[in-house]
């Protein structure tokens, strides 16, 4: 089966402008999620979906950052206006379950944004 | 909230020398899972632990989660080139959905 996709898979921007990353899911997937990860750190959860619901976005900087999965499927997330410090890999992944943490996740390959 | 911790950091073995990195979460969990990342590419399932004590085992690597549910480890044994990477632990905890990853533990092998 095809994996997880995203696109761009790097991207530079200057401070305060937006940005935007694209995520599609293993087909037949319900949950997806973006993860954010820093260098030597392990991936830490922005936003979680199932379906098309946002069921956890509680980590999610809202002032800045802006997610949504119309029909279900693939995903957009947003920041406007991006900071220096927003600089990270954008990790999409996506598994069959509902409820969080019970199957395996798959990630995708990251976009890895820089910030000048 | 629920914190998961991973010990060492870093390790840099010889090829042939066993490695082990421990995961310690803050809260019981209801389940574990651990993903490896290879330099430069993303994280990748590699097992889940459910049951209090359960050992699992995949070639070389054992996979043991503690009696309390509250640690965790992973074991290779005879170390080669390809099992270089990052090791991560994630823990769900007993009364949320989250799954919280670890910080990790980067593995280098020396041939």
């Known amino acids: ?116 | 909230g629920q914190q998961v911790m991973q010990i060492p950091q870093y390790q840099h073995v010889q090829e042939g020398e066993d490695f082990t990195t421990y995961c310690n979460s803050s809260t019981t969990l209801s389940n574990i899972q651990w993903y490896k990342q290879r330099p430069g590419g993303h994280p990748v399932f590699l097992i889940q632990l459910v049951k209090s004590g359960e050992v699992k085992k995949q070639k070389r690597l054992t996979f043991q989660f503690g009696e309390a549910k509250k640690n965790s480890s992973l074991h290779i044994t005879a170390t080669q080139t390809t099992d270089v990477g990052t090791y991560f632990c994630a823990g769900r905890g007993v009364y949320g959905n989250k799954l919280v990853f670890g910080a990790g533990t980067i593995l280098r092998v020396k041939s």
């Open chain 1, 1 to 116: 089966e095809a994996g997880v996709v995203q696109s761009p898979r790097y991207k530079i921007i200057e401070k305060k402008q937006p940005v935007a990353f694209w995520c599609n899911p293993i087909s037949g997937h319900n949950t997806l999620y973006w993860y954010l990860q820093n260098l030597g750190q392990g991936p830490e959860l922005l936003i979680r979906y199932e379906n098309e619901e946002a069921v956890d976005d509680s980590q999610l900087p809202k002032d800045r950052f802006s997610a949504e999965r119309l029909k279900g499927v693939d995903s957009t997330l947003k920041i406007q206006p991006a900071e220096l410090g927003d600089s990270a890999v954008y990790l999409c992944a996506s598994s069959r379950e509902r409820g969080g943490g019970n199957y395996e996740q798959y990630f995708g390959p990251g976009t890895r944004l820089t910030v000048t």
